[in-house]
Structures are given as structure tokens and as C-alpha cells.
């Protein structure tokens, strides 16, 4: 096959996804496995550069495996893992820390941002390198290209500057990847406040749809949305934002073109719309709840995909790894 290799990851998280995990990243997952040969792994190593309980980091691996199994995610045609199955991150991650300048390290952003949050006593060096092991996770596969959102930029110019530095002192050895960023348009906000994206860390209970909740909840949840005192149903996310977000989430989920929507609900009013919408976001999580069931109840069913994704993966990466140990020395 000649397709375009891309390489994601996504936090294991102690529950469900919510609607901007699957429409903004997850979904377009999904599409990139019919055109790309996609490599997509939970990102256990990188979880624990916080805080975690054992136990429930075992289980939100599984659990945020068993969701992207159920939102479609297809092992035959992707190559999905667990990260720490696959030794050679850590390993790759050590040489990549010894090509990765002080300096540039102290310049990525998302560090300041994160570090802030967990106090000056709280921050792991494993906090620090985490960009670097996103190097290793990223070059280990040979990646053309990375899907992320925006604020992974800089992560993916630095993988970009190391790799290439790797090339030029010891030969072509790594794939040099682009950043592949997802879809602006697909941005979910919050449904009590759509001046702010939805966010499991800063949405309030009633702002964000978590996938795995009853549909009953949810669907109330979206007949409650905040709109504005206007009643005409028009994408406009300046001046309204709540309407748009919801004729955003309706138009991903259905195929449906917004300009058709705003169509089909002209002078029906913004009760009608969130009525309705309330019933396609229920469709699409009812069995999406399912199947995510059915794989957290069937252990070894999804032990067994994960373990031959590991494997397709280990074959990769073993390879990069032999690679880069004869290169430097070892
Ligand atoms: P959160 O922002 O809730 O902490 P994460 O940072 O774990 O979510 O995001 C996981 C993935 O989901 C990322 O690829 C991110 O870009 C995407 N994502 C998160 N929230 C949204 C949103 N509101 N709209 C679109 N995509 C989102
Ligand atoms: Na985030």
C-alpha cells in the first residue's frame, strides 16, 4: 500500500469522551482510516506525567480503546494500541532527550500552561519531556503526517527541527512529519456557554454532552442549550453562537449542509431545532453507548484486538528502534 502513514493519540480519561472529543478529533479518525494507513494509540505513558490512581488508569486505557473501537475505529484497517505495549516509545523517547536542546524544550508553551496548573512542587521532569516522547511516539512510525488540533503545533515543529537534526548528522534515518491540523470548522462549544469550546476541564455539568451519559440526560441537556432572544435559525457564530454551534453539531452528525438547515427549520424557531437535535445526538450515542458496553464487557475480545494492534505496531517500531541504536552507537 501507498498511503500516507499518520500517527494520533488520545489521553486515556477516567470517563466517557464528550462530543468535542468524537466530532472534533475522533470522527476524523475515523475518516483517515479509509485513506491514510492510520496508527492510532491511547497514550498511557503520557497520562502519568500527572497524578493517576493504578487502578483507574488501567481502566480508562480500556475505556477509551473500547470508544474509539465503538465510534468505529476498524482494527483491520487501522493499527490501534496502547503505548506502554509498545517499549520502544520509552526507549526512542530517552535517545530523542539527548538530541533535544535545553533551550527549545524550555520554549514549548503548552509546558508553562500545564506545569502552572500542577504548582512548582507538583511538576514531573516527565511533564516537561512529554513533548519529547511525543518525538519518539511520532518518528517511530515514520509519520507524514500527524493529526492534531492547533495547540499541538509547536510539538509537531519541534519534532520536525529534531528529526531533521538526527538526519543531518547521521544520515536519513527519520521521516521529517507534518502537522495535519484537524478541522477548525469541526469545533464543538459549550451548550451554556458557546463563547468558550466544550472542555472536560472547563465546561460547566450542563455545558458538556459526555458520550457515555444516558440519552435521556444528554437529550435535555441539548433542549436547554443557550441560544439568543432572536428566533431565526441562521449560521452566524459572531452573532449567534449558540445557534451556529448547534447547527454545526447537527450538520456533522446528519451529512447535512448547514445551508439545508436553515432551510428546512426557516420560521419554525430555535424550539423545533434543539427538539430535533436533541434526537440526532440520542441516535448517534444510544448504540454508541452499546458498543462501548459490549467491548468493556468482553475483556478478552478487546485484550485481544489491542494486543494484535500492539504487535502491528511493535513490528514498526522495533525496526526504527534497531535503527537508531546502530546509528548513535549501540
Ligand atoms: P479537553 O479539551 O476536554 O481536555 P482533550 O484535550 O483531551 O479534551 O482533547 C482530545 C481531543 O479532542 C483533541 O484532539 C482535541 O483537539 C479534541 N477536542 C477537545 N475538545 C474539543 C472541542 N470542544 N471541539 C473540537 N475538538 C475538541
Ligand atoms: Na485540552
Redesign the pocket.
Known amino acids: 500500500i501507498d498511503r500516507p502513514r499518520v500517527l494520533s493519540g488520545?489521553?486515556p480519561?477516567a470517563g466517557s469522551f464528550?462530543l468535542?472529543?468524537y466530532?472534533?478529533?475522533?470522527r476524523q479518525w475515523v475518516s483517515l482510516q479509509e485513506t491514510h494507513d492510520a496508527f492510532y494509540m491511547v497514550v498511557d505513558l503520557h497520562a502519568i506525567t500527572v497524578p493517576q490512581d493504578p487502578e483507574e488508569l488501567r481502566r480508562s486505557s480500556r475505556l477509551a480503546a473500547a470508544q474509539l473501537l465503538a465510534a468505529g475505529l476498524d482494527p483491520e484497517r487501522c493499527t490501534l494500541f496502547v503505548q506502554s505495549h509498545v517499549p520502544e516509545h520509552a526507549q526512542l523517547a530517552w535517545v530523542m532527550n539527548c538530541f533535544t536542546g535545553f533551550g527549545e524544550a524550555s520554549r514549548m508553551t503548552q509546558f508553562k500552561d500545564k506545569s502552572a496548573k500542577q504548582g512548582a512542587e507538583g511538576t514531573t521532569v516527565g511533564l516537561f519531556t512529554y513533548p519529547i516522547l511525543q518525538i519518539a511516539d511520532i518518528l517511530l512510525y515514520h509519520a507524514d503526517q500527524v493529526p492534531?488540533?492547533e495547540?499541538q503545533r509547536q510539538h509537531i515543529e519541534l519534532t520536525r527541527d529534531v528529526a531533521a537534526r538526527f538526519n543531518g548528522r547521521f544520515g536519513e534515518t527519520f521521516t521529517v512529519p507534518a502537522p495535519y491540523i484537524?478541522k477548525e470548522t469541526?469545533?464543538?462549544?459549550d451548550l451554556q456557554d458557546p463563547a468558550v469550546?466544550?472542555?472536560?476541564?472547563a465546561s460547566s455539568p450542563k455545558g458538556i454532552i459526555w458520550l457515555l451519559d444516558e440519552p435521556k440526560k444528554t437529550a435535555k441537556k441539548v433542549r436547554s442549550a443557550v441560544t439568543d432572544t432572536d428566533t431565526v435559525v441562521r449560521y452566524d457564530p459572531e452573532a449567534k453562537p449558540g445557534v451556529s454551534n448547534l447547527l454545526g453539531i447537527y450538520s456533522t452528525l446528519t451529512g447535512r449542509s448547514v445551508a439545508e438547515l436553515e432551510q428546512a427549520y426557516a420560521g419554525k424557531g430555535y424550539g423545533a431545532l434543539k427538539t430535533e437535535l436533541a434526537e440526532v445526538v440520542t441516535d448517534w450515542v444510544t448504540p454508541f453507548r452499546t458498543r462501548t458496553e459490549e467491548y468493556m464487557g468482553d475483556p478478552e475480545t478487546l485484550d485481544a484486538i489491542l494486543a494484535k494492534g500492539a504487535e502491528k505496531a511493535r513490528a514498526v517500531a522495533a525496526e526504527t528502534l534497531a535503527e537508531v541504536y546502530d546509528k548513535v552507537g549501540f
Open positions: 488520545i489521553q480519561t464528550h468535542g472529543n466530532l472534533g478529533a475522533v492534531v488540533g495547540d484537524l469541526a469545533k464543538i462549544y469550546k466544550m472542555s472536560k476541564s
